[in-house]
């Protein structure tokens, strides 16, 4: 078992109160971890430091293009220690080990990207007139506060902190009670690539506890939350309490439409694929099967066939899907599924817990066919492999239930007639549309945020870059 300190001002600690959580790898329940359970005192302590740096020369001076160095040197290393970070992803996720190292490739590429980008964030200059010399630059926030979700660890912190770092902000991260390892090794690997003390800090605990302490923190100055709703919402509030900025990228309820004239095979590859990545606990998981009321029988009998080979088991067997990251996670599943008998939904396949595995954390793909669009089982975020079905006979109905749910974050379309794929692309409440294909391999350089409740502000791309910098406009009267 690890014995984990969280990284507070470049030392390794345990938390005020010397209190700990435990990591349990779901695949067996075994404990794998414990590491502190941080506090308010824990919290205060790193945005102090993490202000201590931000007001350092050593960050604050350094040549922009060397602060890129750091990231890349951090992607490097990585990508030197992929196996080992993938194996620590999979045993405290549970996520199948190829998955796993598909989120450490991500994470490196963020670095990377986020890099490049370092000597590259510009202003502008605005024409006034000939006496006035007018321009814009881009500065830091100054500490930038992450929460990040238990679902893509690796990846959900390297997604923030790339860019934070990259625009000159230093940071406190506060990783998910259920999945701290990895985040913990990212930060002694920032150590190696040789960071400035203070510039990443990172607080292990409970979101009620440390997140909470973070989020309502005066001396931070924008926060990055990635998260469910509900916890969204209250970070929202904290952050108001203090006028802090935010980003918020939160769940969602993504259709995936599927019309006639489709190539049919590769939709219903994507359609199993995108549901059963990391075991449907995707905030982008296609969850809303929308398909063309001709083809919907045969298209499902497709789906039906694909599932049946879907493999399960522990995320080191490297199977298509591993365990339910707990058993709070999975028990909100099987609340669901009593919640789909009682609304008279059709449970075409799953709807249980799979048996006989080596925890009680594995749940079957699971499809249903919920008697309205309105149902509990259409409209809200389950958080695992289950999809529900719906038809359509014309594009304007399709779009009717893609627009159905308070939820904008992603949406696949699926046709060959690129008039009807347009038409819907241009209309649906979504950050990110997929043509003919779903989620274009990750996308580290494209915009991604969501719309409506999916939450606000962007991650990926140089758009992230405008949410971890503000505006500063300088005007210089010149003499005649
Ligand atoms: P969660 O909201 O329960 O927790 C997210 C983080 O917030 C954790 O670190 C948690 O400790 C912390 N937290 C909990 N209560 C808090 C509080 N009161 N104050 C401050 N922080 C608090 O979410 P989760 O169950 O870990 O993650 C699943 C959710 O995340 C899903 O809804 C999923 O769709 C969403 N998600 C969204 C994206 C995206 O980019 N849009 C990506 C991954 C996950």
Known sequence: MLNLKMFINGDWVNSST?????????????VIAEFPRGTKEDINTAVLAAREAFNSTEWREMVYAERGRLLLRMADLIK?????????????MGKPLS?????????????????????????????????????????????????????????MTARSLAPALASGNTTVIKPAEDTSITTLRLAELSQEAGFPTGVINVVTGYGAEAGSALSSNPNIDHITFTGSVPTGSQVMKNAAENIKSLTLELGGKSPNIVF???????????????????SGQTCTASTRLIIENSVKDSFLDRVNEIMDNVTIGPGLENPDMGPIVSEKQIKNLDDYMVVAKEEGCKILRGGKRKENMSSNLFFEPTIIEPPSEKSRLAQEELFGPVVSIFSFGSKEEALYLANSTEYGLVTGIWTK??????????????????????????????PFGGQGKSGFGREKGLESLKHYTQVKNIAIKINK
């Open 417 to 446: 007639n690129i008039d009807k794929a347009l038409w819907l692309a241009h209309r649906v409440r979504s950050g990110q549309v997929f043509i003919n294909n779903y989620g274009a391999a990750g996308g580290v350089e494209m």
């Open 18 to 30: 010397n209190e700990v959580i435990q990591s349990i790898n779901p695949a067996n329940m075994n």
């Open 260 to 278: 006639e004239d489709a190539d049919l095979e590769e939709a219903a590859q994507w359609a199993v694929k995108t549901l059963i990545q990391n």
């Open 80 to 92: 030197e220690n992929k196996e080992e970070l993938a194996k620590l992803e999979t045993e405290d």
């Open 99 to 155: 998955q796993a190292m598909i989120d450490v490739d991500v994470a490196a590429r963020y670095f990377e990207y986020f890099g490049g980008a370092a000597d590259k964030i510009l202003g502008e200059t605005i024409p006034i007139n000939s006496d006035i010399l007018d321009y814009t630059v881009r500065e830091p926030f100054g500490v930038t506060a992450h929460i990040v979700p238990w679902n893509y660890p690796l990846q």
